[in-house]
């Protein structure tokens, strides 16, 4: 059973389904795994690495420029202090007190202006990320979006962005403190070349903490993001599915299955605050220690005359200074964080998007053919040479097992997915060449599991890129058997959507109304009368096939009441086109009865006196 929800294809819970809606089959699978063919294939543009458009931005340059003010009003503050206090000392007054009090004003101004714009600079950055992403979804359309499912999707969206936007307040500290720990031991050398070997026979151990931590961070960060995407995506399908779910009595179950994921999360989680606690501990014990060496050394020198008094102060703060450096600490970390969200949506900003090379498409009946056309899903080749024609101003009907392959012939037959091999012609031009506008014009599709969107009934039906008038919508709802269901609504065809509970029969006779309500010249109907009683599939079937007379027709369809109603059936078997024949042929065939019933087909059938592929 194909949904409409083309932007995904998640796994359906298994449920046993309600009166007017059976048990859902999963969806076919509308996305491409190994690419089209040569001539079609979709250009891949590779942004550039994410870091750097997500470190860009007016309020990272704020962040930037307050920080560089900041890194050097800091290593500037000891040299300054230290020749204040010498010059105390040597009573020559303290002519550098202006000075230092305005580098101390610089100092906290800076900072001010760094903490404002560090968190807007995240935000500015997190909603360009994600317009991009956005926007790169949707230019992709459904063939590839669908590689990834709704929860995967919406967690890179939700938790990758905020954290690949903590790239530029992170690169800035970073390279901001690292600088600072180069000039402070620049310093102390300049003060005395024991003071920065003093300094550097602690400290680099800090730095070798931060090295074997962050390694941590990013391979925990990754797998936290991951099992987030898993635990999203599950929880969508249970409440895509959760009448079903409820009806089956398997709620215990689907609750299990959802928070699967949960214990994995939080040994992940616990390991992220390891690694923190960790780098804190090693390099808040690490400090003193530096601090208390130095010390000790500049003392010696003081005392041997070769220091005077405010350079023992420039000693300390230029320490403290150097010691910032173990200060990157959380910057890398969060470095590390933002490299595994910019990783993760890469796999967005890279979906393929076909090159919109389209010609016009000339005139004509609707005669659909699928030659050769091979699609492989996940290394496994679900069809194999599939050869079929549905001539023009015919009914014909798809069947077979299992039905994700069923339907994704119908997801091939409106654009909704490439073949890997082979083409798809629509009056004899290939889908891939037809403008993504004209596409929807030329073809309608019906689904078992319709999507209805828009503010009223009538929105729902007249969904598409010309409007309609109210008298043809209203036509269309007769011939799908749903105008008397919709009159009895409080407000008939204007009753708004968001205030209606329909049951999967009735949402499926909305979906056939808006297909037939569309003049295409092919209609692709997907176990689209799956959910109905047979009274009214029977009377929506004889109403579709006058609504539709000359106009042709792909009905994927399990049902014998529906295969029976077609001009010719097209049995599909191993993933190609085994026999086309009448049904009245296949029925005596005990394999074509078990596909319809519901089974599985076993050797391979015996062949009838029909044509295949045509």
Avoid at 78 to 98: C, F, I, S
Avoid at 194 to 223: C, K, N
Avoid at 307 to 320: I, N, R
């Amino acid at each position: 059973m194909h949904s409409d929800r083309t932007d995904a294809a998640p796994p359906q819970p298994a449920s046993t389904g309600s009166p007017d809606r059976p048990p859902a089959r999963p969806d076919p699978p509308t996305g491409d795994d190994t690419g089209p063919g040569d001539s079609d294939r979709p250009e891949v543009t590779r942004p550039p690495r994410l870091l750097l458009p997500a470190a860009g931005g007016r309020w990272a340059v704020v962040l930037a420029l307050a920080v560089a003010a900041s890194t050097t009003a800091t290593v500037l503050l000891p040299a300054l202090l230290a020749r204040a206090v010498n010059q105390a000392l040597a009573g020559a007054g303290t002519a550098d007190g202006r000075q230092l009090i305005a580098l101390i004003v610089l100092l906290t101004a800076a900072e001010a202006a760094a903490q404002y714009a560090a968190p807007r600079s995240s935000a500015d950055a997190a909603a360009r990320i994600r317009t991009k992403a956005i926007r790169r979804m949707l230019a992709a359309g459904p063939a590839a979006v669908a590689r990834m499912p709704v929860g995967d999707l919406v967690a890179r969206l939700t938790a990758s962005a905020p954290q690949a936007a903590l790239a530029a307040p992170a690169l800035v500290y970073s390279a901001a403190q690292l600088l600072m720990a180069v000039v402070a031991v620049v310093a102390l050398t300049l003060l005395s070349p024991l003071l920065s070997l003093a300094f550097l026979a602690t400290a680099p151990t800090g730095y070798a903490v931060i090295r074997r931590q962050l390694r941590r961070t990013t391979q925990a960060g990754d797998g936290y993001q991951r099992t987030q995407a898993q635990l999203a995506s599950g929880l969508l399908d249970a409440l895509s599915g959760s009448r079903s779910i409820a009806a089956s009595a398997t709620v215990t179950r689907e609750i299990e299955r959802v928070l699967r994921p949960l214990p994995h999360l939080s040994r992940l989680g616990h390991e992220l605050w390891d690694t923190q606690r960790r780098t804190a501990w090693c390099t808040g014990l690490l400090a003193p220690a530096t601090q208390l060496t130095v010390l000790a050394v500049a003392g010696t020198q003081v005392a041997a005359g070769r220091l005077e008094v405010g350079d023992l102060l420039a000693a300390l703060g230029y320490t403290g200074i150097g010691l910032s450096g173990l200060g990157t600490a959380q910057s890398l970390l969060d470095v590390a964080q933002a490299r595994a969200g910019a990783a993760r949506l890469t796999d967005v900003l890279t979906l393929p998007v076909r090159r919109v090379n389209a010609r016009p498409l000339p005139a004509g009946p609707g005669r659909l053919e699928l030659r050769g056309v091979v699609v492989r899903r996940q290394g496994v080749v679900a069809l194999d040479g599939l050869d079929l024609t549905v001539p023009d101003g015919s009914w014909t009907a798809l069947v077979g097992a299992p039905d994700s392959v069923t339907s994704l012939v119908a997801a091939l037959a409106v654009g909704l997915t490439e073949p890997d091999e082979g083409t798809v012609t629509l009056d004899g031009v290939p889908l891939t060449a037809i403008h993504p506008d004209e596409l929807p014009t030329a073809i309608s599709c019906a689904f078992a599991d319709p999507v209805l969107t828009g503010a009223t009934v009538q929105d729902a039906l007249g969904l598409g890129p010309v409007p309609l008038p109210p008298a043809r919508l209203r036509g269309a709802a007769r011939a799908a058997q749903a105008d008397t269901f919709v009159r009895r609504l409080p407000d008939g065809y204007r009753t708004p959507m968001a205030s209606l509970v329909l049951s999967g029969g009735e949402r499926q006779r909305l979906g056939l109304a808006r297909a037939l309500a569309r003049d295409s010249r092919l209609i692709v109907l997907d176990d689209a009368t799956c959910g109905l009683d047979g009274a009214t599939e029977a009377a929506a079937l004889h109403a579709l096939r006058e609504e539709t007379a000359g106009r042709t027709v792909l009905h994927i369809t399990r049902r014998a009441t529906v295969a029976a109603a077609a001009d010719r059936v097209a049995w599909l078997h191993e993933g190609r086109v085994h026999t086309v024949a009448a049904h009245d042929e296949l029925w005596p065939l005990a394999a074509y009865r078990d596909v319809l019933d519901g089974g599985t087909p076993g050797p391979r059938p015996a062949a009838v006196k029909a044509s295949a592929g045509d």
